[in-house]
């Protein structure tokens, strides 16, 4: 369970997302009716395929739901509040994140999994 949130936290911290494309479409979205309808869509399936995931891991509906709706909200919450934090804080919170996402915490080894991912390549 938490190394699969790890996976799902991990969309959003890796180079393949794109935030600022992501904050320039919500953006865009509160102008144009037909991208706001199109957004919401997408999150939509987003949001459902976060509450398939907890509900397959033994959460309720109505858990599963609110659940995911954490998981997404906060996360693009991180966006749309252009939140300056740097990765490092970032990766400090996962834990806790996980704890509060899933209800289990990540397993030391997971979590190294996880950092050495994400982590920034020294040069």
Known sequence: M???ML??????????????LEFAV??????????????AAADETRLS????????????EQEADVRARTIYLTQIGYISMRAQEGLETRLARIPTYVEIYT??????????RFNARLAPVPR
């Open 49 to 60: 395929a976060l509450r398939g995931m907890l509900a397959r891991w033994g959460h309720g």
């Open 103 to 112: 209800g289990q915490a990540a397993e030391p080894r997971e979590l190294a």
């Open 2 to 4: 938490a190394e699969g």
């Open 7 to 20: 996976n799902v936290l991990a969309c959003f911290l890796s180079g393949a997302f794109d935030a600022r």
């Open 26 to 39: 919500r953006s865009w979205a509160l102008q144009d009716g037909k991208v706001g309808t199109r957004v």
